[in-house]
């Protein structure tokens, strides 16, 4: 059913796109200059010595808690002590009382730094990280005072994180348009052992500018040793692939802000239970000087390059964003042309194919309904309300109740695809056999168009996809059938990519199998993946299970081929070429 030599003339445009992808990188931007000044010391057993009396102060600071506004007017004070202009903005989340506290102080131009740092804690008393970003945040004031400086900088002390970044999505919609702004810095968990860590994952495809991202790196190379960047080629796309921006910066990095965060305790942060004296204060006064180099070089220097938007660093190379598109777009093309052609001839052959498309686009909808009752019991309050922003999958445990839900999800899925399937036997007895040649042209056909609607939603996604979308539609279209054995590795054979990319989502944050399906699916009833997005997902989950059916029926029925006849032309005593089906050209095509 597939024509290898339309399938082999499709990847044409792919190879000119490979040939793009290698002649496409390009040099990084580079960092701005480091230039700390030898009166600029931070002082770490200072910052250990703020961060105890944080602790004193409020030992409790979980959001909208007494301790949490108490922490609240603590680095109010300290702000204001050291000359910086304070703004108090209050607001309201599910009842809880919450505050972020700006402090400003104005630079010679209108040009703005950022520094963020989140307040409340995820549990008691959390010295490694809110309390000692918090002690972080208030030397930066203190090492500030009385120190011109170029551009304005702004420290921001913010409320809510474990809610869902509620504060830094206020920040947000405070601060000056992006274009002012030269450049944000979070920070978190900045007392824990260890070097410190670059963040700079949205949740989206975008990535702060790299002259931004190579400017801190450079500054913890400095006082660590380390860059603290380490995402490999692979893993940047795996992360591109699936994007969650766990963290402040993610929230302004959608909100079109230029930010990294700066983590001392991992990306998902530590255990909320650190006492003081868990707090490494050598580690903390390291952070603290690579954060001042930060600082220091983003207000003597001009606003770090931009490059591309969205970007993959090889070696020591960039490679755009809009160069992976292409390539992918490239690649699924093939796919795509060999699914139409299919579906062409299999018309042209009178092959009942549109019943077929029916049932394949139905064996999404065991899915769809698994995914209706999954927002249905967050309707009810089964599930746990979903922040406005994802949040460390810490913070939602698969206790009992979360693996009911589970499983009656999952039930939901297994019962409605019997059933549909059972329905669609009995409307239609040509159904109940999907090793049918019209099914495995139906099931190419919307495979490639699935793998297209997942380019346009996430093309870095489709990329992934690319060798399992062009194994499955060799289960599907090669005739005659494959052996089972060969029909099966091309199955599993395409889900190595998609499972790894799964190994590596579960292992970045720190899950297991089961964990991770329930945070999966809280980020789908959160919203933290697109409707559009969790729609294409329904589709190509049915998919796979349709072409399981597919490719096992196709297998197990043996494949008779009676001898090609060969045409005769011209009257019963013509003796010249073709007479005798001789010639390839005799044969009819299939």
């Not at 990535?207 to 995402?231: D, N």
């Not at 346009?456 to 990329?463: D, E, G, H, K, R």
Request: glycine share 10%; with cysteine.
């Amino acid at each position: 059913m597939i024509e290898p030599r339309i399938y082999r003339a499709a990847f044409v445009p792919a190879l000119l796109a490979v040939v793009v992808a290698m002649f496409s990188l390009e040099s990084p931007a580079r960092p701005l200059p480091q230039g700390l000044a030898a009166d600029v010391v931070f002082d770490g057993d200072q910052a250990a010595t703020t961060m105890r009396e944080l602790i004193a102060a409020a030992p409790d600071r979980r959001a909208g808690t007494r301790g949490d506004r108490a922490a609240a007017e603590f680095v109010r004070k300290r702000f204001r002590a050291r000359g910086f202009v304070v703004e108090s903005e209050p607001f309201e989340s599910d009842g809880k009382d919450l505050v972020n506290v700006i402090g400003r102080r104005a630079g010679e131009t209108r040009s703005q730094i950022v520094v963020v740092a989140t307040r409340d804690a995820g549990g008691v008393p959390d010295a490694t990280g809110t309390a000692a970003s918090t002690a972080v945040l208030t030397e930066v004031a203190r090492v500030f005072e009385g120190r011109p400086s170029r551009k304005t900088l702004v420290l921001a002390s913010v409320d809510g994180s474990t809610l869902g970044e509620l504060g830094t999505a206020r920040l947000a919609d405070s601060l000056d348009e992006a274009g002012e702004v030269d450049g944000v810095l979070a920070i978190s968990g900045l007392g824990a052992k260890g070097p410190v860590r670059v963040v700079p994952w949205a949740n989206d495809t975008s990535r702060p500018e790299l002259g931004l991202e190579r400017t801190v790196a450079q500054s913890l190379r400095e006082e660590q040793g380390t860059g603290g960047t380490g995402s490999s080629a692979l893993g940047q796309l795996a992360r591109l692939a699936f994007p969650i921006g766990i963290g402040p910066q993610g929230v302004l990095l959608e909100r079109g802000y230029e930010a990294v965060r700066l983590a001392g305790d991992g990306e998902l942060g530590g255990p909320g239970s650190a006492t003081p004296e868990q707090v490494d204060v050598n580690a903390l006064e390291r952070a603290g000087r690579a954060l001042l180099r930060s600082l220091t070089a983003l207000d003597q220097g001009p606003r770090p390059e931009a490059g591309p938007q969205t970007y993959v660093t090889v070696v020591s190379q960039v490679m755009p964003g809009w160069v992976l598109r292409v390539l992918s777009l490239a690649l699924i093309a093939p796919a795509l042309v060999a699914g139409i052609d299919a579906f062409a001839r299999a018309r042209r052959r009178r092959v009942e194919v549109s019943v077929w498309l029916l049932w394949t686009g139905a064996a999404a909808l065991p899915f769809l309904l698994g995914l209706g009752v999954a927002n249905l019991l967050e309707l009810f309050g089964a599930t746990p309300d979903v922040p406005r922003a994802p949040v460390a999958p810490a913070l939602y445990e698969l206790d009992a109740p979360a693996l009911a839900v589970l499983i009656v999800v999952a039930l939901v899925v297994a019962l409605a695809w019997l059933g549909v399937r059972r329905l669609a036997a009995r409307s239609r007895p040509a159904l109940a056999d999907p090793a049918a040649p019209g099914a495995a042209v139906a099931g190419g056909l919307v495979l490639s168009l699935a793998l297209l609607a997942t380019w346009v939603i996430n093309p870095y996604f489709a990329l992934i996809m690319v060798p399992a979308l062009h194994l499955w539609m060799l289960a599907l279209l090669v005739a005659p059938a494959p052996p089972p054995r060969v029909g099966a590795a091309l199955v599993l054979g395409g889900l190595v990519l998609p499972a790894l990319l799964a190994v590596y989502d579960l292992a970045a944050l720190n899950l297991n199998p089961a964990e991770g399906a329930w945070y999966l699916l809280l980020l789908i009833t959160g919203g933290h993946v697109s409707f559009v997005g969790a729609l294409v997902g329904c589709v190509l989950a049915g998919l796979f299970v349709a072409l399981v059916s597919i490719v096992t029926a196709r297998g197990e029925t043996p494949t008779t081929s009676a001898p090609a006849v060969p045409s005769v032309r011209g009257p019963a005593t013509y003796a010249g070429p073709g007479s005798l089906g001789g010639t390839g050209s005799a044969l009819p095509r299939r």
